[in-house]
């Protein structure tokens, strides 16, 4: 289909860039702010990596940075709240007063610059108190913290925020170990029963945030944020084809249909039984998750991957995000028609736009992209500019494939580039970047934190300044 001179997109979309605030805040005992499981896990390389204690420094330069994404013309930020700025040992009995003025003056500012603060209550960092008290969502107390949390946010930033996101890639989360506090336990079915146990009390966390939202900012949309990995069969072999199915099912849409339909589906339930790993469930949890219907569906996509049938003697890799085995289902190899970045994700436009028509096709509700976005070494050159082609080619292709799914009838809310700015990976500090503005600093030095835009920064004015009528 040929829509280059179309004018596709709404005039109300929402173009807009990402963060989390782990990654980008710093600042991570100003303010009252508790530690995070984040952080904690964050300091363990700091001899190695830069850790979350400064990170990007937007808990001091928000203003600067609020000031760049006016420049850029971006319609929305997605960024999250830290929990432990808020209740700084997750459960306070009164939220922390400068956690609660830090973000009043972030989305005031935002409003003011004509941008659409998007949140995300929950990014990776539970507050580590709540680790040490109880075990974090091991425990059936972290649905009730989580729900208070989640009632302070919309009712101090409810009259303000219209697009609220409950808890960021809960399907990559649950194979995190050191973010679950996890990473101490051997494997086995006792630390896989507990993980799949943790998975369903955060189910029912965001089923009660959705409830809520529902019930105090009635005008608000809420929806879930999750990491999108399709898969295609390696090859054309009818076992393979199923793989696929079954990595679609295990991985991506056990966590959807959950969302969307407030139960688990009979194939994941199945699949749990006979791995002997369903969560123990109480009265009245049929009711919360009923009760948690999403107004949209919010997704991360970066990669996709090609499926092939494994036999149940293969040796299992349950938390591999690249290469998980599930032993007796499938098990990923690499697509030979695709590249891949340095880090080893390959890089699948097309199967961005597919993803639209999944997602769809099954839900029927309409999307936000909250994450899409090249993890890469940028460097500044001799000139003092970064001249990242490779992120304009991979942005362009991909809002290539968006704009082809809205011109076939799709209705996407919003894009959200990750990141706004170079942010600290969890996994490989600020070596692996993602920013239209790149922060100077270095691993173990942060020097002034100047920032500067990248060409990917100015591409992408254009595009937003078009409405995405010109790529």
């Known amino acids: 289909m040929d829509i280059n001179n179309n004018k596709i997109f709404p005039m109300d979309f929402l173009w807009g860039a990402a963060t989390s605030a782990f990654q980008v805040e710093g600042g991570y005992s100003d303010g009252g702010k508790g530690l995070s499981v984040a952080d904690v896990a964050s300091f363990k390389h700091s001899d190695q990596y830069a850790d979350t204690k400064i990170a990007s420094d937007f808990y001091h330069k928000y203003k600067q940075d609020i000031q760049l994404m006016a420049e850029l013309g971006l319609k929305s930020y997605r960024f999250s709240i830290a929990w432990a700025r808020i209740f700084p040992n997750g459960n306070d009995e009164q939220p922390n007063t400068e956690g609660i003025k830090f973000y009043d003056d972030v989305i005031n500012s935002l409003l003011e610059n004509g941008i659409e603060p998007i949140v995300t209550m929950y990014h990776f960092d539970m507050p580590q108190a709540l680790i040490d008290q109880y075990n974090g969502w091991q425990s059936r107390k972290s649905i009730d913290d989580f729900d208070r949390y989640a009632r302070t946010l919309l009712q101090h930033y409810g009259d303000r925020v219209k697009y609220w996101l409950p808890i960021n890639e809960q399907n990559l989360m649950i194979r995190k170990d050191k973010l679950l506090g996890l990473q101490h336990l051997e494997s086995g079915d006792m630390k896989e029963r507990l993980r799949h146990q943790m998975n369903y009390h955060m189910f029912l966390a965001s089923a009660k945030a959705v409830d809520a939202c529902h019930e105090l900012c009635p005008t608000a ?89 494994c036999s149940p003697e293969t040796k299992a890799d349950y938390t591999s995000i690249l290469n998980p085995v599930l032993p007796g289902y499938f098990e990923y190899v690499p697509n030979e028609y695709l590249d891949a970045t340095e ?83 969890s996994s490989n500090g600020f070596k692996k970047r993602y920013g239209l503005v790149y922060v100077d600093r270095n691993e173990l030095e942060e020097k002034e934190l100047r920032r500067v835009r990248k060409e990917s920064y100015y591409w992408y004015k254009h595009v937003i300044s078009t409405n995405g009528d010109d790529l």
């Open 221 to 309: 949309k809420i929806g879930p944020a999750f990491a999108y990995l399709p898969a295609y069969p390696a090859t054309s072999r009818p076992e393979d084809v199923l793989a696929a199915q079954d990595s679609d099912r295990l991985l991506n849409h056990y966590l959807t249909d959950t969302y969307v339909f407030g139960e688990y589906p009979a194939y994941y339930k199945h699949y749990l039984e006979k791995q002997g790993w369903l969560p123990q469930i109480q009265d009245g949890d049929e009711e919360i998750l009923k009760a948690g219907s999403p107004d949209f569906i919010g997704f991360n996509y970066y990669v996709s991957f090609a499926a092939q049938y």
């Open 343 to 425: 880090y080893n994700w390959q890089i699948d436009p097309t199967g961005f736009r597919k993803s639209f028509r999944d997602l769809y096709d099954r839900y029927h509700l309409p999307l936000m992209v909250t994450e899409n976005g090249l993890g890469t070494a940028d460097v500044l050159n001799s000139e003092g500019k970064v001249v990242d082609m490779y992120r304009i080619k991979y942005l362009k292709d991909h809002i290539g494939q968006m704009r082809t799914a809205v011109a076939e009838g799709i209705p996407v809310i919003a894009y959200h580039m990750w990141a706004f700015i170079d942010i600290v990976s």
